[in-house]
């Protein structure tokens, strides 16, 4: 019996190294065999053999809805710049689709938000010009208007933003009067009118201080005539009341009444 053991692991440590040459042997015929099936496909590829990986990893390109719902995503989030960033792609890409529109307004609102309101008065501008019968012209008219409103200044600096707002906002009174922006539309008229009656009261103060009677009077007189309901209107009628205003006139020489303007002294007033 033992003999016959021993005669086993002979035979087996004689056939060891034959054995591991045939294994090795169906191993590389696997191998080439999987290689031969995946010749065509690297052939018609042309991406080797990670070619499966490539095609999973690459970005589909993202259409114009797709884009759309990014960008309206960021812009409800108030990520302003990422949203501007996305409207402007699909305004370059898609020029003639309905999301083109949609973005044109959106780049408006983006830089309204953003603060950049000299920014989105030529955009809002725009898509009005471009857009005239488009039923968000309305809302358009009305962001021209805050626009301004937000760059107004104060009563003491120049009021030429001040005076656009309420052609702008009268703009849109008067050709959307049943608009749903109209009461705030109206309310701000009145806050900027009440701006412009104190800008031109603080200018009488000014030449009654420096002895231009006439010219104050005259200032006073405009704030009476133009801006009747305003506060202003109250300390302007109680001015002209006094003696030496009320008796002020322009009438001294032909041309008196323009020399304040074309004074040397009147560059240095910031607010006229």
């Known amino acids: ?65 797709s884009l759309s719902e990014k960008a309206m995503d960021f812009f409800a989030r108030r990520r302003y710049l990422l949203a501007e960033e996305v409207f402007q792609k699909i305004r370059d890409r898609y020029p003639f689709s309905h999301y083109s529109t949609l973005a044109e307004l959106r780049l408006a609102d983006c830089k309204f938000y953003m603060g950049s309101y000299e920014e ?3 955009l809002y501008e725009e898509f009005e010009k471009l857009h005239p019968t488009n039923e968000a012209i309305p809302y358009v008219i009305f962001q021209e208007g805050s626009s301004y409103y937000k760059l107004m ?10 005076h656009k707002l309420i052609e702008t906002y009268g703009r849109l009174l008067k050709r959307y009067p049943e608009n749903p922006f109209g009461y705030e539309a109206r309310k701000r008229i009145k806050e900027a009118r009440d701006h412009l009656a104190r800008h031109e009261f603080l200018v009488a103060g000014w030449y009654i201080r420096t002895g231009h009677l006439p010219q104050a009077k005259n200032r006073l007189e405009v704030i009476m005539d133009l801006y009747p309901d305003t506060s202003a209107r109250v300390e302007a009628e109680g001015l002209l009341k006094e003696e030496r205003i009320a008796q002020a006139t322009l009438t001294a020489e032909p041309g008196a009444e323009k020399e304040p303007e074309e004074s040397w002294w009147r560059g240095l007033i910031p607010f006229i």
């Open 153 to 162: 200044a104060s009563p003491d600096r120049d009021q030429t933003f001040t």
């Open 120 to 122: 989105a008065i030529p």
């Open 1 to 65: 019996m033992m003999d016959r053991i021993h005669q086993l692991k002979g035979i087996l440590r004689s056939s060891r190294p034959r054995l591991l040459v045939l294994v090795g042997l169906i191993v590389i015929c696997l191998i080439a065999g999987c290689a031969g099936k995946n010749n065509s496909i690297k052939d018609d590829s042309n991406k080797g053999l990670f070619s499966w990986f490539r095609s999973a990893v690459q970005p589909v390109p993202e259409d114009e809805v």
